[in-house]
């Protein structure tokens, strides 16, 4: 399956898809989706025993939301997932909805620690 890499240009965050970049919204827009400019998971008890999670004492793991996009790549299914929302057009909240639709999954992958059902 192919890998699809972030370029951020000026604030702005796109997804390189063949010759194209697909515009996805602004970083400020994204942070302020999910929450702020960190992102916290919780581990329960049992998740936090296993060797390769490392979190903090209160079995959290805290990231910067800007950092994490920046180093992520992308799938086709998430790809397929938002390039047909519109860039242009803004949600009852004022952002684009292309740009919401991508903030509230990658939360939905988040909090799923990555267990993530895409194909919906």
Request: hydrophobic share 35%.
């Amino acid at each position: 399956m192919e890998r699809h890499e972030t370029r951020i240009d000026d604030d702005t965050l796109y997804i390189e898809v063949g010759n194209d970049d697909l515009e996805v919204g602004s970083l400020a827009d994204i942070c302020e989706i999910v929450g702020g400019e960190t992102y916290t998971l919780e581990y329960d008890k049992k998740a936090q025993a296993t060797s390769w999670i490392d979190t903090d004492d209160d079995g959290t793991i805290t990231f910067n939301v800007r950092d994490t996009l920046a180093e992520m790549d992308y799938n086709d299914m998430i790809i397929e997932k938002i390039a047909d929302q519109p860039i242009d057009a803004t949600n009852p909240d004022g952002y684009p909805i292309r740009t919401a639709k991508f903030a509230e999954l990658m939360k939905e992958i988040w909090d799923s620690k990555g267990a993530i059902d895409l194909s919906e």
